[in-house]
């Protein structure tokens, strides 16, 4: 099932230039013209785009552990808080499964600044780890630290944010990642030829705003 999860990530997905490659994180941010959330207070999440488009943001993962007491992943890639003139850098990204917390740095610190929302659906015998749909919440020091850094005249919410997904194993793949929108050159194998000994399963729902 989870190697089904990654094959379908896979096909969203922007090239990448990360020597390992294990699989996607996707976040699907939600817009609001008004109210507390970060959209509804002008705030944009932005990140690498996926090539369907839709404003769906893919995160390359590059690292993983699944097999050990405190399960994470890590993704090179970075997220931006956009606040008109003003932004905030979320980097050195890390998902921290048995929390169930996206962290990273932002501003100087060191901290959980989502929750996913979700289940998180390991299996030991593959090294993978998948999940989808989760929504995702601000932690209450992220929120703060956003509200101060971004100048908020409003506390924020800690929903509303948007969903994420995720399918990657621990198993190096071969395959590069689809090409970017745009790109001339021909789209690599399909990723099930890419995965190592697939198992059957059903590709993860698509994600819908909520």
């Given amino acids: 099932m989870v190697t089904a ?9 922007p090239t ?7 699989g996607y994180a996707t976040i699907r941010p939600v817009v609001h013209a008004s109210g507390n959330t970060l959209s509804g207070q002008g705030i944009e999440i932005v990140g690498p785009r996926a ?37 905030l850098r979320l980097s050195g990204i890390r998902f921290d ?10 501003a100087g610190r060191r901290l959980a600044v989502f929750r996913l929302g979700t289940a998180v659906d390991i299996e030991p015998a593959t090294l993978s780890v998948s999940f989808t749909g989760g929504r995702l919440r601000l932690t209450d020091a992220a929120a ?9 005249e409003r506390a924020l919410a800690h929903g509303g944010v948007g969903q994420v997904s ?5 198993t190096t793949l071969d395959c590069p990642p689809p090409q970017e929108r745009g ?10 030829e890419c995965i190592e000994e697939p198992s ?8 819908t705003t909520p």
């Fill in 51 to 87: 090539t369907t488009g839709g404003g769906v943001i893919a995160l390359s993962i590059d690292s993983l552990d699944v097999g050990g007491i405190n399960p994470w992943a890590k993704s090179p890639a970075a997220l931006t808080f956009a606040h008109g003139p003003d932004s």
């Fill in 166 to 170: 995720m399918g990657a194993t621990e």
């Fill in 16 to 22: 990448i230039a990360a020597a390992a490659f294990h």
């Fill in 144 to 152: 703060r630290l956003l509200r101060s850094r971004l100048g908020l």
């Fill in 200 to 207: 059957p399963g059903e590709p993860p729902p698509v994600v």
């Fill in 97 to 106: 499964f048995a929390d169930r917390t996206l962290e990273g740095s932002l």
């Fill in 5 to 13: 999860v990654v094959a379908a990530i896979l096909s969203a997905c």
């Fill in 183 to 192: 790109d001339p050159q021909k789209p690599p194998p399909p990723p099930s």
